[in-house]
Structure formats: structure tokens, C-alpha cells
């Protein structure tokens, strides 16, 4: 087996792929929360995917990509015995895992592959933990049986109300603070309005609250600068200083702003990537 080759790969949902990938020192140092930098092609574009999951016996990874622009898209054209250009890690500082109480685990779409390994080690760490797990339909819920084998409990919801309880995470969440439910820390990944949503949820009770952001980054050691947020006034880097800040203290407004800054140049690649794919067709 080659270092960066893939060694499984299955569709969890639509647009969303789960990847096995043969990397053992990655694999031996990873801790929750840390993530890795990918390329797929030798002229491709860089992007960082959170490490969903490590078996060190095996020296594999595992990586959850939810198709949304042409890396993603060409990301999941890619089969079993084919390797990735580049793959660096584990970068970013890992989760700060400590007995706290009961955690509240709080993951929309794409993002519960991130939040199932701090769930993990948060279950480990003696925590009770209560995961809501949102998705705009059922077939789009991801990681399920995972989410229930680190967690006391599971609440789902879905904005169609198709599996769960209709509506949004934030409403789940909500209805455990009017309920009187002891909450202590708070953990929330996602969208970055879900995540700005639960952050103004948990602030008005002043409940501790973690999220992970999901910033533009481009060389993940804080040389570039892509990734830069602002959190408690001050600038700090997701890749280095992060990924994970007081949800709180994030000035959510200008990360989405940033957030859609190269909105029509990744349009423009995407439509040349559908337009090539058609002319190979």
C-alpha cells in the first residue's frame, strides 16, 4: 500500500463521500479536532477536511467531503487505489478534552463528520453528551449509528421534518435550555449561520460554547492568512490558532462575509468543471 492511497470509499448521502486514506503517521499523531490539508490534482487548489476518524493499527484516516465546488467534485470522482496528490496533517490545535459535565453536541450537515470525533473523545473523557444532529432531509443525515454510539442521547431534526423532529437544531437546543436541562459546555459545527444562530441561542443563556470554523484556508501553518477571523476583537488564523474559538467571541458577520468572497470565481470553475466533464463524456 502507498502513502495518500485510498483504500475505501463509500457514499454516505447525496454529494457526500466517505474516504478511507492509507497515511500512518497521520494516523498515529491525529487527536480530535485536528484536521488535514489535501490536494487532488498536481494543479489543484488546496482544502482542508477534518479528520473524521484514525485507526493507527491500519495507518489509515478517514475523510468525510460533502461535493460543493470542482475539488470537492473531483474529490469524489477519485476510487479505491488511487492516491492523492499531496495530504498534510494533522494541522490545527487539537479539542481541548476535559470532564465537564453534560455536552451538547450540536452538528448540521456536513458538519457532524467533525463533531463525531470530539463526541468521541468527549464520551471518553466521562462527559454525558447530548447530540443534536440536523439535515435538510433524511437521506442527507450523515453518521447516524456513530453519532448514537458516542452519545446518551440523540436528537435529530430535519428542516422538511421527513426523519426527527421538524425544524432546525437551534429549536432542539432551545427546547432542552426551557426544559431546565443542565447544560455545560456547549459544542456547535456546521453552517456558519447555524453555528452563529446556536452561538446567540447559547449567549442569551451564557452557556460555554465551541465552535468549529470552517474558514477559506489555503497553506494551513498561518503563513497566508486566508483563514483569518476575528475573535474578542482580535485577528487570529483558523490553522493555527484554531480550528476551534468561543463562539461567543466570533465576529460571525465578517466570517461569512469572507466566507463568500470568492463566490463567483468558484461558480466560474465549477461550470468550466461541469462543461469539461461533459465534453469527456
Known amino acids: 500500500m502507498e502513502l495518500n492511497e485510498i483504500v475505501s470509499k463509500e457514499v454516505l448521502a447525496p454529494d457526500v463521500t466517505r474516504f478511507v486514506v492509507y497515511a500512518p503517521e497521520i494516523a498515529e499523531k491525529r487527536r480530535a479536532g485536528q484536521f488535514v490539508i489535501i490536494r487532488v490534482n498536481p494543479l489543484g487548489e488546496r482544502i482542508p477536511l477534518t479528520i473524521a476518524d484514525a485507526d493507527p493499527r491500519a495507518g489509515t484516516i478517514t475523510l468525510i467531503s460533502q461535493s460543493v465546488g470542482k475539488t470537492t467534485y473531483e474529490l469524489a470522482e477519485k476510487e479505491v487505489g488511487d492516491k492523492l496528490v499531496d495530504l498534510v496533517g494533522p494541522l490545527g490545535s487539537p479539542t481541548h478534552i476535559t470532564k ?68 432546525f437544531v437551534t429549536d432542539a437546543l432551545q427546547e432542552l435550555i426551557h426544559q431546565g436541562r443542565k447544560i455545560d459546555l456547549v459544542i456547535a459545527i456546521g ?52 480550528p476551534e474559538f468561543d463562539a461567543h467571541q466570533v465576529d460571525w458577520d465578517e466570517m461569512e462575509k469572507r466566507l463568500g468572497m470568492y463566490k463567483e470565481l468558484e461558480c466560474k470553475a465549477l461550470e468550466r468543471y461541469w462543461a469539461e466533464k461533459k465534453a469527456r463524456a
Do not use: W
Not at 463526541?119 to 471518553?124: E, F, G, I, K, L
Not at 456558519?192 to 465551541?210: C, D, F, G, N, Y
Open 100 to 167: 465537564v459535565g453534560t455536552v451538547v453536541s450540536v452538528g448540521g450537515g456536513i458538519g457532524i463528520a467533525p463533531i463525531y470525533p470530539i463526541t468521541q473523545a468527549m464520551r471518553a473523557a466521562g462527559n454525558y453528551i447530548i447530540s443534536i444532529l440536523g439535515a435538510r432531509r433524511k437521506e442527507l443525515l450523515i453518521l447516524e449509528q456513530e453519532m448514537r454510539s458516542v452519545s446518551d442521547e440523540v436528537i435529530i431534526t430535519t428542516d422538511d421534518g421527513s426523519y426527527g423532529k421538524k425544524g
Open 191 to 242: 453552517p456558519a449561520v447555524m453555528m452563529k444562530m446556536v452561538s446567540k441561542l447559547t449567549a442569551a443563556h451564557q452557556i460555554p460554547t465551541i465552535a468549529s470554523l470552517n474558514t477559506i484556508m489555503i497553506d494551513g501553518t498561518g503563513m497566508c492568512g486566508g483563514c483569518r477571523v476575528t475573535v474578542g476583537g482580535k485577528t487570529k488564523f483558523v490553522c493555527v490558532d484554531g
